[in-house]
């Protein structure tokens, strides 16, 4: 649904998507080919801090991911690229929509110090319940690297002193903004 929206708002725009799930990857094509956008290339890679192959939880919808420590869930094997070789590969880059449900972090910390290519990041933030939270280090290197941010909330727990709501194992959801400030 983002490359139909972006195109739509950027006709001219040349999108890559990165989607290792099978499922996924068949309902984007029909969406692109319906649709009859032209400048999308899609990888049916999962995007990583290194050219690999990784376990991946498969859900046929938006909440497949590489984190594999869920006993009982079937699990399949992906390919993945380095995202960092396709933005050192681009001069500029006008935005980065980042949705990797729980490697953003790594991939981020990889791509550190050439984020500088880029001037419109999205990070879907997700903390997974007993794992290290690491919402600080994203905010620290966008900041470092001239972005301003803001945050809107995805999952919550309204009272997280009292019940802590969860979702696919997930205890924090966050929609981070960042962007160069041109002042």
Known sequence: MSTIYFKTLYPAARIITFEPDQEVVKILKKNIKAHDLDKVRVIEKG???????????ISGSDGSSIVTDKPGISKST??????????QSEEKVDFLKIDIEGAETDVILDCQDILYRIDHIFVEYHSFVNHVQTLDIIVTILKNNGFRVHIHTGLTSAQPFYHRRTRLGQDLQLNIFAYKDSN
């Open 47 to 57: 995007v990583w801090k290194e050219k690999t192959e990784l376990d991946f939880i």
């Open 78 to 87: 992906i390919q993945t690229v380095r995202l960092r070789d396709y933005i």
